[in-house]
Structures are given as structure tokens and as C-alpha cells.
């Protein structure tokens, strides 16, 4: 049996024709350039309402360009980032933050890759050591790289402990989207601890579009010029914002997270009582963890490619998209069943 669709990522999923059509929509005539124009005005304020950003919001092309623009606005060059040892920006990300931002990262095992209070107050020890960078950021994301969520009284918790330790909080919110659906609220919701955001586009139906999220005021002086020097202005920003628009007609980027979250819990819940299959992470967003035996994997991997997450604990990850159907999360999980009793 073969499976056409791919669980590799939600990157590998094509875009929403919506957002494709609102792309040739606005591909009328001329525009504006470098962000002037109707339509990215009309993204800003749409993302501005849905989030409740005071400052204003930027588009960027990659979700890499969106953490380092965010964290950016947030560093001086003697300050660093705490962060989940897991955070893509540590790990995915090519050193970026360290290299565009000179910003040291200061990464904290996180076993489910939330950080809390206690863990970020392990790493504050060496303030006002003048050897010593000093944390200024927390950076954490929503949803996390282990496909978890941090719950509202978390993000809460976070967002006061930060405060009352002069730390600004940053979240990485590639998946934001699929947090908002798993939880049940707003962006603005998930939004209100933050100093800045990022809200991803991308792995959510667009072609390629993100968003920085500045919720405060005064983090707006620098912006639009760190984006620029970033080599995120676009020329031709009505495309960017097209995406956008196209996900914020009736509510599709939640749509589009919902259904993605329904088809990994779909598929999560064709893995149980699988001999030998152990989901890893609890199944909170678009994410499958899953332990299994090596040959298995090696097995799987000929019929479709997906992340081997951990080489040594055998774990892999499965990700569902907007245009994962019933019946390819099903005919997945046949497949992981009918390979798992090949034996190992
Ligand atoms: C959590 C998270 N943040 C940021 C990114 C970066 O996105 P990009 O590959 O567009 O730079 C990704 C992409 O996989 C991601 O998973």
C-alpha cells in the first residue's frame, strides 16, 4: 500500500487557493510599492484587530526573518535570549539570531519544550556580571517544536514573571494558528503577554508570508527600519499582504489550523494499540511524536519522508496540514499498522 500524501511537514503542502486568488487579485495594475499600498494597509490593520498589537505589524518572507526581526527590536548587543534548547531558533535556524544579531542564545533543557518561570530564573543567575551577557529576552513558541501548547495560564505566567524581572517576552508563533485552534481563543489572547510575535503564514496555506507582531508602542521607532536592513522590506509587499488578506477572509487561517490539528488527532488516534508505536508528545496541534522500531521507521520512510526527530530514541514526527484529508490520515495509519506487524 502506498500513501500520496506526505507527513513530512506543513511546509510541504501547497498553498490555499484562496490565498492564490487574492494574490491574482491584487496582481491588477500597479500598486505602490515597499508596503504603500491599499492592500497591505488593509493586512496590517486586519492582523492589527485580530492580535490587539499596539505597535503595528510587518511582513517578512521566512519564518527565520520573522525571530530575528522580533528579537531584534528587543536586544542590546550585550543581551541574550533564553530559550528551550529545542527552539528552532537554536537548533533550525543556522545560527541567524547569533549572526545577524551578534545575540548569544542561552538554551535550557525544556522536556516538553515549554519553558517556565523556575527554568528561565535558572539562567538568570549572572546579572550584573559585567563578564557575563545578560538575558533580556525569553524566547518561547506557540506551538512549541514538540507540537504542545502552552496554556493560557502559562503564556500568563510567563508574561508576569518576565515583567516583574525587567525581561521582555518574545514568541515564535510559526504555528500560532494551530494554537489559537487547539485552545479556543483569540490571537489577541495569545498575543497580550507578549512584547513581540511572530504569526506564521506559511505552514498555514500561504506561499510564503509571516508576520512580526509588536504588540507595544514603543518597540515601533526601530522597526520598520531593522526590517529594512533585515532585507525584509519587499518591493512588492502587496503580495505578501495578499496572503494575508486571503487567510483572513472568514476566518480561514483558524479554519485551516483546525482542520490540520482534527487530522493529526485523526491520525494519533488510528496509531493506538499499534504494538510498538508510543506516541512521545501529547497531540496539541498538527504534530504526531511517535516512538517505534528503527526497521519500521527505515520502512516508512520508502513509502513517504518524514522528520526522524530523534535518532536514538527512535522518534519521528508527523505533521498534518490544511489539505490533509480523513482518508489520508487513515491510509497513514493503516500503513504504520501494517508495517508495525511486518515484525522488527
Ligand atoms: C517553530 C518554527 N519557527 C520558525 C520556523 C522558520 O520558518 P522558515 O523556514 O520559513 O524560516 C519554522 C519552520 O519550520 C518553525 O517550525
Not at 486568488?21 to 492582523?47: C, F, H, K, Q, S
Not at 521566512?62 to 531584534?72: D, E, H, Q, R, Y
Not at 531558533?89 to 515549554?114: F, M, Q
Not at 479554519?255 to 493506538?272: F, I
Request: with cysteine; net charge negative.
Amino acid at each position: 500500500m502506498t500513501t500520496r500524501k506526505s507527513f513530512g511537514s506543513d511546509n510541504q503542502a501547497g498553498a490555499h487557493e484562496a490565498v492564490l486568488r487574492m494574490m491574482t487579485l491584487v496582481n491588477e495594475g500597479g500598486a505602490v510599492a515597499y508596503g504603500g499600498d491599499p492592500w497591505t494597509e488593509r493586512a496590517g490593520a486586519g492582523l492589527q484587530a485580530l492580535t490587539g498589537a499596539r505597535g503595528g505589524v510587518f511582513l517578512v518572507f521566512t519564518g527565520t526573518a520573522a525571530n530575528v526581526l522580533g528579537l531584534s527590536l528587543l536586544l542590546q548587543p550585550h543581551e541574550g535570549v533564553i530559550c528551550p534548547e529545542s527552539a528552532h531558533l537554536n537548533v533550525d535556524e543556522c545560527g541567524a539570531p547569533e549572526r545577524i544579531l551578534g545575540s548569544k542564545l542561552l538554551a535550557v533543557p525544556a522536556p516538553d519544550g515549554k519553558l517556565t518561570p523556575a527554568l528561565i530564573a535558572s539562567r538568570l543567575g549572572d546579572r550584573g556580571d559585567v563578564h557575563r551577557v545578560q538575558p533580556r529576552v525569553v524566547a518561547i513558541s506557540q506551538v512549541t517544536e514538540y507540537g504542545t501548547c502552552y496554556t493560557l495560564a502559562e503564556l500568563r505566567a510567563l508574561g508576569e514573571f518576565c515583567r516583574s524581572e525587567g525581561l521582555r517576552l518574545y514568541a515564535d508563533g510559526a504555528r500560532l494558528a494551530n494554537a489559537a485552534a487547539w485552545l479556543g481563543c483569540s490571537l489577541a489572547d495569545l498575543a497580550a503577554p507578549m512584547d513581540v510575535l511572530s504569526f506564521g503564514a506559511t505552514k498555514n496555506g500561504a506561499v510564503g508570508a509571516e508576520a512580526v507582531v509588536v504588540m507595544a508602542e514603543d518597540l515601533m521607532d526601530r522597526a520598520a527600519f531593522q526590517r529594512k536592513q533585515q532585507m525584509q522590506l519587499g518591493s512588492k509587499m502587496r503580495y505578501l499582504a495578499a496572503q494575508f488578506l486571503g487567510l483572513l477572509e472568514d476566518q480561514l487561517w483558524l479554519r485551516n489550523a483546525a482542520h490540520a490539528n482534527l487530522m493529526a488527532r485523526r491520525l494519533a488516534d488510528g496509531l493506538r494499540g499499534v504494538p510498538g508505536v508510543e506516541l512521545w508528545q501529547k497531540v496539541e496541534s498538527n504534530a504526531v511524536f511517535a516512538s517505534l522500531h528503527p526497521a519500521h521507521i527505515d520502512r516508512l520512510q520508502r513509502d513517504g519522508d518524514f522528520y526522524v526527530w530523534d535518532e536514538r530514541a527512535h522518534v519521528v514526527r508527523w505533521m498534518t496540514a490544511f489539505d490533509t484529508t480523513e482518508d489520508d490520515a487513515d491510509a497513514f495509519a493503516a500503513l504504520v499498522r501494517e508495517t508495525a506487524a511486518i515484525g522488527g
